[in-house]
């Protein structure tokens, strides 16, 4: 049986597609992989890339696109509304299939081991690979971004993992770590005030008394004119979507603004959103709902209301099909 | 100037008046401090003294009404709603003015060796005096409850913090530690269904993914034929009273359960009162809102659906007239 993960590097360039093309390369036409998606944002300025497959194929070729995004995207002239510290800014490992969560631990600090070998990249281990608990939260390694990265990694509490104590000149550095499935959920408010949208962020987060397992931040999407909460569902069972949105919809409320619409980045597990369904129809969450992929998206966007959503952003989609 | 303390014990006797008025009867007529709330819930069995004054007179009083309780309160025939573990199941002491929380730690291991000395019971340190993390959260030691504390006590990990370690044979055990204010909040819910109702107590607190300092369990209230959400709010600047209520009702939906009304066990500071208002009222949290204390209680009564809420309950109404 294969052991199966999913990674989601994300890369800092959001705007070129043939350099994205060019990165991207190295998961394309391989019959054990497969790209599953690939979101550019040009007010981020960073893509997010999803690759599912045999886990030896995967890791291979994460190296190949690492060596690729170091040699063309160069942080000293990077601009973009997300945090960031480097070229490939992260890159999570998802066990999915026939792999245990210390077996993807080992091969994620292989990655790291290969990565750095290859381009000179310094490593932080994070999440559940991480080597302390303050490096488990990924904000932790991040805080101070590219532009602090060579005076915070003077500093012996933030010497890498792997590599020299110092950045890649271009590319920065890099986070690596085995984590649970984490969904990316942002929220689109009807306001272009992104410093109210940012209170309503710190409303629901876990760092400022919110809800336990959400990390969430503001972003301003100017091509939409409008702001919105951004946020990571770091453990969907304990934390739920439905959550998530009911209490960026009560924060709002005291500002007297509302969601318009939400949306999935990457990819997101069916029990996520099965889950989060029973809430809005009024049932247990020991109940029993069999739903096709079909029936989850129409619901997920009546319901938590999804735009630019269809199955093929529900990880099942692509497991079934191997 | 005087160092003045809260103090608030919780007796496990809720039904039976005079037993109460000779276990308070150190703290009446004395001009240094002033018993300002008893709160009896015979569906609990249990009591809630509060008291604020000069703090060592606040200590040697502390130590003679234990004396009394433990004589007349007998564990080994006690039933009730609440979890507990002794006679005196709790004694925190929230530091009011004048004195700092260190002071204030001191004097709750002063109280813990005296009230040990005087009565033999057996005492753990909790919360900001907590000798070990584990034991900074009350539900941690409490959990086993008066009958199982025999065996529990056993585990050299649960030895107490002063005493033998082994139950008092009618009084078990007590804690007692410095806090922060905390507010004792419960909900009342239109439904006599507990199992539901802890459901959303669950989905609330933090210990299942919920708000980082919600604390939230579920009561059935006999007299009332109803179920409540009882809750305590372990630090309300970042977990405000707003967020407790209207999450519980966001909860209450997928049941089409609703909130009738809600309580303030003991006292409540004025600063979270007025910061929930804030959010009813559409002001920012940074917002300057200088209500009287008449003003505050009607608000509260409107916004937060407080019943039997008063001036009395607000803890400046006290610190004011001293």
Tied chains: 1, 2.
Aim: proline share 5%; net charge neutral.
């Amino acid at each position: 049986m294969q052991q199966i993960i999913e990674i989601v590097p994300n890369y800092s360039e959001g705007k070129n597609a043939d350099i994205m093309q060019k990165i991207i390369a190295p998961f394309q036409n391989n019959p054990l992989i497969s790209l599953v998606d690939l979101e550019m944002d040009a007010s981020y300025h960073r893509s997010v890339v999803t690759i599912i497959g045999e886990a030896q194929t995967v890791l291979r070729q994460m190296v190949e696109s690492a060596k690729i995004a170091a040699s063309l995207i160069d942080m000293r002239r990077h601009s973009g509304e997300h945090p960031r510290m480097g070229a490939i800014d992260v890159c999570p490992l998802i066990p999915i299939q026939n792999i245990t969560e210390q077996e993807c631990i080992d091969l994620s600090r292989k990655l790291a081991q290969n990565i750095n070998e290859a381009s000179q990249i310094p490593i932080y281990l994070y999440a559940k690979s991480a080597s302390n608990e303050q490096r488990s939260l990924l904000p932790n390694i991040r805080q101070g971004e590219f532009e602090g990265l060579a005076t915070k990694m003077t500093n012996p509490e933030w010497a890498p993992d792997f590599g020299e104590a110092k950045p890649h000149p271009s590319a920065g550095a890099l986070a690596i770590g085995c984590r649970k499935p984490l969904v990316a959920f942002n929220i689109d408010m009807n306001s272009n005030d992104k410093g109210k949208v940012l209170k309503i962020a710190r409303r629901i987060r876990y760092s400022s008394g919110g809800y336990r397992f959400i990390q969430a931040g503001a972003a301003r999407l100017q091509e939409r004119r409008l702001c919105q909460v951004t946020m990571n569902l770091t453990d969907y069972e304990q934390t739920p979507l439905y959550q998530a949105l009911e209490a960026t919809m009560m924060e709002a409320r005291r500002y007297q603004m509302d969601v318009v619409a939400s949306e999935i980045v990457g990819l997101v597990p069916k029990a996520c959103l099965v889950n989060s369904l029973k809430y809005y129809l009024h049932l247990e969450d020991d109940a029993v709902l069999d739903l096709s992929l079909p029936d989850i998206v129409e619901l997920s966007m009546k319901y938590f209301k999804l735009r630019d959503f269809n199955e093929q952003k529900i990880i099942e989609y692509y497991v079934k099909n191997k």
